[in-house]
């Protein structure tokens, strides 16, 4: 073999900084020395993975097409020695979390793979779908939990359990005691929603499909809890996951409401990059989840 695991780790800790010195500092190594393996690396296979633009390193074609198949590669190493070191095919798993399915499932299923797996060192993001689909692109986590539908090139999307939205009022509302609402009446209300770029709002403009355009949205919150506590202010009615909802409408703070002529429901998925490395943790962590979605 005439490359190391080491030059390897270099080109992509340099890919994931365009910067000598900051992937040196990430390595614990000197900047000559991280500057001396990408040389060699690229002197070894006549090569150039980055084209020199002042001090800031651009990743080229070569080195775009390289990255992928380089991350898969350390990631196996770094499995099989943490199973050496620690007799465990389990070690840290990086999961990325949309907010409901972070906030709602993702706590539970954590902690029934650590009972499992009691060395594992599990790592949890919570951001929305695009931030998370990003970040498992770029190798900086394992796997991701969406509640939004990718069309990507580098990721695979599997499907994993279904999930309903549901409309809501406080219970002040005009519409509080009708329940059962008309797309006069949807188009006519004030509406608190998700962010775009999220899962949950995602799915709510594919319900009002033919409806937006009429529609008064008039907050857009990046949190379910705020959304929560705006309609509960009768700022409007709002559109959240049914798994965020069942405690308010036990406890009567807000209300449910229908429109039953408009579909609501939608998947969660799994989402990988194309090039990880499948680990025994990853499979593990799939199970779990899975078992989840099937209770």
Known sequence: ?????????????????????????????????????????????????????????????????????????ISQAEQIEYSLINQSDIGELKVGATLTIGNYLAIGIMSDFMQDHPSAQVELQVENTLAIANKVRNFELDIGLIEGELLEADLDVSYWREDEL??????????????????????????VVRERGSGTRQAFDRAMSGLLSESNLRLELQHTEGIKRAVEAGLGIGCLSELTLQDAFNRGTLVRLTAPQRDWTRKFYFILH????LSSGIRSWIGHCKTVGNS
């Not at 900084?17 to 060699?40: F, G, R, Y």
């Not at 194309?274 to 490395?277: D, L």
């Open 166 to 191: 549901s409309l809501f009022c406080s219970p002040d509302h005009a519409l509080a005691k009708r329940k059962k609402l008309t797309d006069r009446d949807l188009v006519a209300a004030d509406w």
């Open 1 to 73: 073999m005439h490359f190391t695991l080491k030059q390897l780790q270099v080109f992509i800790a340099i890919a994931n900084h365009q910067n000598v010195s900051h992937a040196a500092v990430e390595l614990a190594m000197s900047q000559s020395a991280a500057s001396t393996a990408l040389k060699e690396l690229e002197y070894r296979f006549d090569v150039r993975l980055f084209d020199r633009i002042g001090k800031r390193l651009q990743l080229n074609e070569q080195g775009a097409l390289l990255r992928p198949k380089a991350t898969a590669l």
């Open 274 to 277: 194309k090039q990880k490395f």
